[in-house]
């Protein structure tokens, strides 16, 4: 049994900043790409941010040179710093990971519950 359980959201003013925390436990053998992604009301899921094990990086254009991910592969987790946030950022925030599965030799994906971010202008 696998878990994300993700924390840090919250509601803050244009222009503050928030930090997303995510730790993932249960049955690991391997952790593949880590990352996150939004939904806002009425709209798609969307990626935000992910990291491979080796630490490459890639980001949504909206979030670049704003937010930052990060990763503890020896804690397995993985924190968004979200700087300079806009109202358009309001959205729920989940995190996913890419577990390996031996029975079937390949990654699985899950996710986290989601967290509120909410920013008022």
């Known amino acids: 049994q696998v878990q994300l359980v993700e924390s840090g959201g919250g509601s803050v003013q244009a222009g503050g900043s928030l930090r997303l925390s995510c730790a993932v436990s249960?049955?690991?053998?391997?952790?593949?790409?880590m990352g996150w992604y939004r939904q806002a009301p009425g709209k798609q899921r969307e990626l935000v941010a992910v990291?491979?094990?080796?630490?490459?990086?890639n980001y949504a254009d909206s979030v670049k040179g704003r937010f930052a991910i990060f990763r503890d592969s020896a804690k397995n987790t993985v924190d968004l710093q979200m700087n300079s946030l806009k109202p358009e950022d309001t959205a729920v925030y989940y995190c996913?990971?890419?577990?390996?599965?031996?029975?079937?030799?390949?990654?699985?994906?899950?996710w986290g519950q989601g967290t509120q971010v909410t920013v008022s202008s």
């Open positions: 249960g049955s690991i053998s391997r952790i593949g790409r």
């Open positions: 990291i491979s094990p080796g630490g490459n990086t």
């Open positions: 996913n990971a890419e577990i390996w599965d031996y029975r079937y030799s390949r990654y699985q994906n899950y």
